[in-house]
């Protein structure tokens, strides 16, 4: 994984502990402290895994003696059926973390699978597919990551990575013009400036002003052409807003370089997975 993993660590100790709390008063009553066992992790659909050191971690995090043996690795496709990794440990262990385990890596799963066949579905043309920062709260390196795994390219970690001049930002500074003269007087030369619009005279309004990146903001493939025309290349042109499978070829196709899509994380669709204790 490309994160640190006393970063991940962190996320995974969060969700361990709202899970557990003290005890597991199912497994604790009724397994002896004594017994171990095995697990399997099954793919139950097609997709593209993601997750799988995440979710093998719960364990080990659990019971530093845990072992895995691991078949598909993050990026590998999956078929139903596919096994994905082998467990050995304490079967409390093995119980106390099925959920967690489970909850990360099903949802990186889905990211991952959506996100490859978004990638997948514009093969062939220029544009490039990012994330947003719509994800879910405390989960957001994970479904970056999982969008990366699935081709994708990630957009503003956080609002310290970029300057990005929104619809409010622009009321407040009255107007796109003044707005971006107000902040490149104050901006790093490494920081990069994104301004999004809503219609053709504020593309224009955008590039005149100077800046590096231009959303346009829920516009229709017709408008995009011509903004891509009108721009020339000067900036980088991101589509945003209302996209879906079925018009995401034709978005691809007005010539924009980067399709950005806030569903990919804040309301993907969980890959099936399961974890069958032996």
Request: overall charge negative.
């Amino acid at each position: 994984m490309m994160l640190p993993q006393f970063y991940v660590d962190d996320i995974i100790k969060t969700a361990i502990r709202e899970d557990i709390n003290y005890t597991d008063t199912t497994t604790d009553l009724m397994i002896s402290e004594d017994a171990h066992g095995t697990a399997r992790f099954i793919a139950k659909a097609e997709g593209v895994l993601c997750g799988i050191e995440v979710a093998l971690r719960v364990f080990t995090l659990l019971d530093g003696s845990t072992r895995s043996t691991v078949y598909k690795c993050d990026g590998d496709r999956l078929n139903k059926g596919d096994i994905i990794a082998e467990l050995e440990g304490s079967t409390r262990t093995l119980l106390k973390g099925e959920r967690t385990a489970l909850n990360l890596l099903q949802h990186m799963s889905g990211i991952s699978t959506a996100t490859d066949r978004c990638v997948q579905l514009v093969k062939g043309t220029a544009a490039s597919i990012t994330d947003t920062r719509k994800t879910l709260p405390g989960l957001r390196p994970l479904q970056k990551y999982a969008v990366t795994v699935g081709g994708g390219r990630n957009h503003r970690f956080n609002l310290s990575d970029g300057a990005m001049l929104k619809d409010n930002h622009i009321y407040a500074a009255g107007g796109i013009a003044n707005a971006v003269n107000t902040i490149q007087k104050r901006l790093g030369h490494m920081v990069k400036l994104e301004v999004e619009t809503r219609n053709l005279d504020e593309v224009q309004e955008a590039i005149k002003a100077g800046a590096d990146v231009i959303m346009l903001d829920n516009m229709d493939c017709p408008t995009m052409k011509e903004a891509v025309r009108l721009t020339q290349g000067r900036a980088l042109l991101e589509a945003s807003g209302g996209i879906t499978h079925e018009t995401l070829l034709e978005v691809a196709q007005t010539g924009v370089d980067i399709i950005s899509i806030g569903a990919l994380t804040h309301s993907v669709e969980a890959l099936d997975i399961s974890m069958k204790i032996k």
